[in-house]
């Protein structure tokens, strides 16, 4: 049994998916498992893995499913893996040729079951860190932590551990394809710190389809999902009243795009949510308007 699995949610990325699996080839540490989830490609995606299959240089998996979005792909994923370890590399993205060996380097040395799994560095193609460094003196922390706590900024990479990763399932959203993937990881964090490594384990490129330049456009087309999220982060027990408020503003506004009126109905927190409405209101006139074309 192979200690990782690096997984890649792909849809019409054949074009560029190239990248990664070169990337993967070049590994100084080969214990790992390429999972595809092809999540509805029309293009020649499968021809292309088939062929690299074919070439038998590293173990690749390829699972095509209707389309459901990142999150629904994601949610294949961790049903399919069996190792120990799992990190996402998007199929714009691709590792350093010693990510995975540093990634089982530091498990071997200090993983084990009393933390989730563990952080590491995005950068640039350009070898450039996305935002800042983890805090040097910390060897732990939640995601959470790193962001609102330590003042950490930038998209970093998770490496976790694949049987806890199976507990949150994302909802499906009839007609939607979006919800937020940190949902699953603050809710590990309310069990779990995280090893720290100020190493880069991916290389990023947002590419004009990505979701992460399209988010105005995902937050119209997948209200329900978005208030979904927002609602979960309410809930958190670790956060403070100034995080509630700006996800209750979100969560009336996601609310009213999906056409749902009530906006006290399911939210946690009834008298935030009062509060926050009138901003809410505001957010989802702006939101109406800067995506009106849609």
Known sequence: MKKLTVFTPTYNRAYCLSNCY?????????DFIWLIIDDGSTDNTKVLVSNWQTESLIEIQYIWQENQGMHGAHNTAYELIETELNVCIDSDDYMPDDAVE??????????????????????????????SKLP???????????????????????VYRTELTKKFPYPIFKNEKYVGLAYKYYKLDQEYEMLLMNDVLCCVEYLPDGSSLNMLKQYRKNPKGFAFYRKELMKLPFVNWRFRFKQAIHYVSSTLLSNEFNVLRETPHKILTTIAFPFGVLLFVFISFKTRTI
């Open 22 to 30: 070169e990337s993967l080839k070049r590994q100084t540490n080969k």
């Open 102 to 131: 540093k990634i089982l380097g530091l498990w071997e040395r200090e993983g084990s079951e009393n933390v989730s799994g563990l952080i590491g560095l995005d950068s640039f193609t350009d070898g450039t860190v996305i935002g």
């Open 136 to 158: 040097d003196n910390l060897k732990t922390s939640t995601l959470f932590d790193l962001y609102y706590k330590y003042g950490v900024t930038g998209d970093k990479k998770l």
